[in-house]
Nanobody, 132 residues
Framework: HVDLMESGGGSVQAGGSLKLSCEISGYLKDRYCLGWFRQPPGKGRDGRQAVAAIDNDGIKTYADSVRSRLTISINNAKNIMYHEMKNLKPKDADTYYC???????????????????????WGQGTQVIISS
């Protein structure tokens, strides 16, 4: 069983930067994916949108809309995953969640899922507000 807890959300001025953290406790299997999702207001878990993911090999994937502004990383010694975004825009405002899942396999290639259904453990979320 894995527990996740996000922190670092808050109000940031447009153009600024923000670093979210996801503290991971519990046992991660040999193959896993850790992801960041955002949830728009009025949407449930199924409406969460993938932002970035990192797998057990350290391979990172990003949504095209944030690729140039976002860095996902993990400190394995501290069991903390990070979401660092720069040049924040009003459209980045949402509640952000971290999640743990298992990779998809296609033709022998592993990749992190982008659908929320591919993840079985979630944090409680942290809200990001962008002020202009």
């Amino acid at each position: 069983h894995v527990d996740l807890m996000e922190s670092g959300g808050g109000s940031v001025q447009a153009g600024g930067s923000l670093k979210l953290s996801c503290e991971i406790s519990g046992y991660l299997k040999d193959r896993y994916c850790l992801g960041w999702f955002r949830q728009p207001p009025g949407k449930g878990r199924d409406g969460r949108q993938a932002v970035a993911a990192i797998d057990n090999d350290g391979i990172k994937t990003y949504a095209d809309s944030v690729r140039s502004r976002l860095t996902i990383s993990i400190n394995n010694a501290k069991n903390i995953m990070y979401h660092e975004m720069k040049n924040l825009k009003p459209k980045d405002a949402d509640t952000y969640y971290c999640a743990k899942g298992s990779p998809d396999i296609s033709d022998g290639v592993f990749s992190c899922p982008t659908a929320p259904s591919g993840y079985d453990s979630w944090g409680q979320g942290t809200q990001v507000i962008i002020s202009s």
